[in-house]
């Protein structure tokens, strides 16, 4: 057999086979952006793909949600290879742990198996005014509403303890529209109006010292753990958001310092749910902020819409999946700038077709687990 004609076909082969795959992949055209791993091209499936965490190694860890019904699944298989630390999207919020008074139902196979599989698990959430049950802070005394919520806290803490390394000890507790006074309590959320829809039972019926207490319980449940508060809109687009953040952290560290030796609250997670308008300009600002508490952030439920009222785009067209593409490389220019900061960047979200937020397409992977042009963004944001 003539091996050197062989060769030739072989090598003809490939060359036609790359130009077959480079027309009719997302973004990879002449001048525009190839991945730089061999045997990559722009829309693989997430199996040959190089871990993504391993860009961030040193960096920041690199996390994704996972839900009790991704074990054995593909799903699972994805989030070990291109993650290191996963949240639960659901299963550790107060309703689905102790739905009824004193009856847990603990996640315990899914957290083993992540661990096994050689990720870190971070908790979400412990005190949410959402998807919390009646029982827990309705038609009960202050001093009951105190006793469910630090018990709740110290069950799971217990449970957990060397398991779970971090947890979203409270969740949500600003209104989004909230005041530029410099007492950051005037921006908890409350039930004083009952046609606000920005309401927390826990204000109302414990007050704000609430949060306080929560933290304090957390620390005495399980003193390893880091302890982060948790919001969203907290980039420069709503600083009085941001800022009653930044004074609420300030203030309950300083009035409580060294509990259990260090700062109370360790961390500030930014959700950072972001879209295509948004202005990674106001995203290092607040992470500039934060810093200077002298706080981890967590950038800790990342998404971008890309299709959205106010959108340029109607659909995901290839356009809509480059500017997607931009904005993530933009954020994690800015998230390894900071990355002495940072100590995990979570999205929220496998694949498009199971995000909170589909319609607008959000996350790195399309619905059959291809890599997105956000993908490759992500892998390398300084070339995309
Ligand atoms: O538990 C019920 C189940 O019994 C029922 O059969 C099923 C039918 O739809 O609904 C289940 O509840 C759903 C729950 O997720 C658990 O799957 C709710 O309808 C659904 O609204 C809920 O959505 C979650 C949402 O939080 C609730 O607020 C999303 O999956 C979850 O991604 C989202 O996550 C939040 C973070 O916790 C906090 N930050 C914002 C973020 C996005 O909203």
Not at 39 to 62: A, C, I, K, M
Request: hydrophobic share 40%; charged share 20%; net charge negative.
């Amino acid at each position: 057999m003539n091996t050197g004609k062989a060769g030739r076909i072989v090598a003809a082969a490939i060359f036609m086979a790359s130009l077959v795959s480079c027309n009719f992949s997302f973004g990879n055209k002449p001048g525009e952006y190839e991945s730089d791993e061999p045997g990559e091209t722009v829309g693989s499936s997430w199996d040959v793909l190089t871990p993504l965490h391993s860009r961030y190694t040193g960096q920041f860890l690199l996390g994704n949600i996972i839900s009790p019904l991704d074990l054995n699944t593909v799903r699972f298989n994805l989030l070990k290879r291109h993650f290191n630390t996963v949240t639960a999207e659901n299963a550790m919020k107060p309703d689905a742990i102790q739905y009824q008074r004193g009856q847990f139902t603990y996640p315990d196979t899914m957290v083993n198996a992540v661990l096994e599989a050689g990720m870190q698990m971070h908790g979400h959430t412990l005190v949410w005014h959402s998807q919390t049950p009646l029982w827990m802070n309705t038609g009960v005394s202050r001093e009951q509403a105190i006793t469910n919520m630090t018990n709740h806290i110290t069950q799971v803490l217990t449970n957990f303890q060397g398991k779970v390394v971090s947890w979203d000890v409270v969740n949500e507790a600003m209104r989004n529209d909230a005041s530029p006074s410099t007492d950051w309590r005037l921006s908890l959320r409350k039930n004083e109006n009952p046609a606000q829809s920005e309401n927390s039972r826990w204000n109302q019926i414990i007050g704000d010292e609430y949060i306080e207490l929560a933290f304090k319980a957390a620390r005495d449940a399980d003193p390893a753990a880091k302890l982060y508060y948790n919001d969203y809109n907290l980039n420069m687009s709503n600083p009085n958001k941001a800022y009653a953040v930044y004074r609420m952290v300030k203030d309950i560290n300083e009035r409580c310092p060294a509990y259990g030796g260090r700062k109370l609250i360790d961390g500030i997670g930014m959700q950072s749910h972001h879209h295509l308008n948004t202005d990674p300009a106001t995203v290092e600002e607040s992470i500039q902020l934060f810093a200077s508490l002298g706080v981890e952030i967590a950038i800790s439920e990342l998404d971008i819409q890309a299709v959205f009222y106010g959108s340029p785009y109607s659909s995901f067209t290839e356009d809509a999946a480059k500017a997607q593409a931009q904005k993530y490389a933009a954020l994690f220019i800015i998230f390894k700038k900071y990355a002495a900061n940072i100590s995990r960047v979570t999205f929220w979200g496998i694949d498009d077709a199971t995000s909170w937020r589909k319609e607008s397409f959000p996350v790195l992977f399309d619905k059959q687990y291809k890599a997105k042009p956000a993908f490759y963004a992500v892998e390398n944001p300084n070339k995309y």
